[in-house]
């Protein structure tokens, strides 16, 4: 084992963490029947803290009682040693998470906050396996046993609360996080065969910390059996949640990279076929494209200010993810209310990683309606190709060219807060049925469009409300209320698409009054 002091410092809120865990130490110590624990900071919280890098993942090991009675007695001593209200600013609700073997979460956690961070608190661990099984045994185990066990040697550091030193058990931790190594502590494929998730945290900490995985590492993660026993035995759920974490960390295309070299993309973005053990496979590319050559660093440099808002950046790279299956039936795949999901794309959202589905980034009906934004912004960019942006007026000055104004207009209002991400998914869907020989012109069509979009100012256009709303139309033409209303409103929008610059309401109805003509009035 090596033991260094520790190249940083504790936050405040660190220290005081530090204290009170410590001083619960000292108090059990005191009860009858139970000896001083010992306490650890562990994994993530020691390896970003030696980077330089802020963490307030802290997982909280301890040597002779699980992290459920430990947590237990700390409320009974804070109770005990201050008021109610001091008590409730120190401590949190408790949340206990148990264990579920079977989709290789071997360990029970439990969960509290505490000044006002949560931590996890966990017992040191082993792992005892059998001749029949391999779901291992949890038991008490050893600082070195546990870290030995751990998915990879800069994730098996610990910060010895007592001391403030260091521990480095596995003996190379300390020198893989300086050569910024990724590597198991024990022999990689039997570690990926004992929890198969760690395959994915490999590549999920390959790219957050830009760091190298070790070529053992690779080739047993590469592996048909690590990959079928990534595939049969973790729950999509907790693959989604690593997908989620790499597409939001700093590299995301970096991730996807890896998942392609590793030969894991059939793995991870696929589904369970019904009946049985089956699953679908990505289909071929018949030109022939790898998915990570389609230019998406060049793309979103051009564009991504306009494409890519912060909040959009996750969902962005997932429907990336997704283009190889956007054409693909989905087995007649129904949602949970019964309505048959038509493409594969929003059935590997749904059941392949349990994507989130939450508007206004509503993953499943981009996909789902994929085939249609293509056909819609392939039009829109026909269009922008065949008619100029400009067009002088009688005074030789260049006006915006309203007839296209109007027509994207509509068609970014019909697609909603999330056309951004319609149109980025378009994109790459287009470039992957395409040949190479045709992405620069693809290229070129997308982002000359884009900078229409741009200069016709209708990047927020999907928020535009009417200067005159459906109460106002009825005062103004003395009718009831009728179907008529929604047609005179959409007449008010489009009478703002032609005219951006006019903020007057009253024009604005004088247009419905000039085309009511075209409504049947309610009178």
Known sequence: MKTVSPLFDLTKVEGQIRQLLLETSDHIATLNGYQRPELRFAGGWVRDK????????????????????????????????????KAKSILGTLAKVDANPDKSKHLETTIMRVFKLHLDFVNLRKEVYNETSRTPTMTFGTAEEDALRRDSTINSLFFNLTSSKVEDFTGRGLQDLQDKMIKTPLAPYETFRDDPLRVLRHIRFASKLDFTIASADEQAMGDPGIQTALKLKISRERIGGE?????????????????????????????PLEPGPNWANVPPNPAGNNLLSLMPDKFISKFGHVLLRAEDRYHAWLLFALVPWAKLASHNARHPKGKRLATAAAVVARDGIKAPNKAPNNIIDIVEHASRFVLEVQAMIKESTNNSLVEEDSNGEKQAHSSLRLVYGKAIRSWGAHWRLCVFYSFFVQIYESDTSSWQMVFESYTSWLSQIESLRLLEVYSLKPLANGT????????????????????????????????????????????????????
Do not use: H
């Open 243 to 271: 997908i989620e974490k790499m597409l939001k960390g700093p590299n995301p295309l970096k991730a996807l990279c890896l998942v392609q070299d590793l030969g894991l993309y059939d793995t991870i973005f696929s589904y």
């Open 50 to 85: 030696l980077l330089g890098l802020p963490s307030d993942d802290i997982d909280v090991c301890i040597d002779n009682m699980t992290g459920y009675k430990f947590v237990t007695l700390m409320q009974d001593f804070v109770n005990a040693s201050c008021d109610v209200e």
């Open 472 to 523: 106002d139309l009825q005062k103004a033409l003395g009718a009831s209320p009728g179907k008529w209303t929604k047609i005179a409103t959409d007449m008010v929008i489009e009478w703002q698409l032609l005219n951006p610059d006019e903020l007057d309401p009253e024009k604005a109805v004088a247009e419905v009054q000039r085309r009511k003509g075209e409504l049947n009035l309610t009178k």
